[in-house]
Nanobody, 129 residues
Framework: QVQLVESGGGLVQPGGSLRLSCVAS????????IGWFRQAPGKEREGVAC????????YYADSVKGRFTISMDNAGNTVFLTMNNLKPEDTAVYYC??????WGTGQQSFLASVYFHSWGQGTQVTVSE
């Protein structure tokens, strides 16, 4: 069973940076996708970034392109989300997720929470003066 543990959230001023980490264990396949999602109060959960081991591709939501970067460590068990130039609208609980089942359904599925079935507990990111 896959287990995911996130860390690195906190309070940061607009324009600042944070790096989130997610330690993953229990992968059973060479092909996997692991993503970051976020959910703000009163809003639906949205996909932020995803790493796919197939061709080592990454996918980003338009709202974070150029500001956020998803990466994996060399051991392949920790995924990072480096967030730069943070804005108040980035405030949310951030989750990492895996156990992806959307292979072959199109690139949009890498940012669709319905295709991810193992989730971490989340870490709060607050961007405020």
């Amino acid at each position: 069973q896959v287990q995911l543990v996130e860390s690195g959230g906190g309070l940061v001023q607009p324009g600042g940076s944070l790096r989130l980490s997610c330690v993953a264990s229990g992968f059973s396949s060479d092909y996997y996708a692991i993503g970051w999602f976020r959910q703000a109060p009163g809003k639906e959960r949205e996909g932020v970034a995803c790493f796919s081991s197939a061709h080592s591709r990454t996918y980003y939501a338009d709202s974070v392109k150029g500001r956020f970067t998803i990466s994996m460590d060399n051991a392949g068990n920790t995924v990072f989300l480096t967030m730069n130039n943070l804005k108040p609208e980035d405030t949310a609980v951030y989750y990492c997720a895996t156990d992806y089942t959307g292979w072959g359904t199109g690139q949009q599925s890498f940012l669709a929470s319905v295709y991810f079935h193992s989730w971490g507990q989340g870490t709060q990111v607050t961007v405020s003066e």
